[in-house]
């Protein structure tokens, strides 16, 4: 809970750290690799550092409020069972939801975020 009262939203998944600033995801999309399938689209900017911080964004062409915020969920609980338990070291990584990120099935969007990953060029265990 402090965590959350902190950053002011959800916390990102377990060992990953977050991107919270408008310039980091401005910086992974114009200097990093791009990965993008059906449901999402993965943005992945190598870092310096062994730390690895993610972003998650819908923008209003997902729709209202409710379908961005449940799309995000989603993002985050797929990021936690591919990424949380051994987090590749020093990327900057932002997932962007897709118009179908809030209706296909979850194991389809946990192979578009294994597929994207892969494309961007983010090592997975």
Do not use: H, Y
């Amino acid at each position: 809970m402090q965590d959350r009262e902190r950053s002011g939203g959800m916390p990102a998944p377990s060992g990953l750290g977050r991107l919270r600033r408008r310039a980091e995801f401005v910086r992974a999309a114009r200097a990093g690799r791009k990965g993008a399938r059906d449901a999402l689209v993965v943005q992945a900017l190598a870092r310096d550092d062994g730390e690895t911080r993610i972003g998650f964004t819908a923008t209003k062409k997902i729709g209202n409020a409710v379908a961005r915020n449940r799309a995000k969920r989603r993002l985050r609980a797929a990021a936690r069972l591919k990424l949380g338990a051994a987090p590749p070291p020093g990327w900057d990584l932002v997932l962007i939801a897709r118009g179908t990120t809030g209706t296909c099935t979850f194991p389809a969007l946990l192979a578009d975020l294994d597929g994207a990953l892969r494309k961007a060029g983010v090592p997975l265990p």
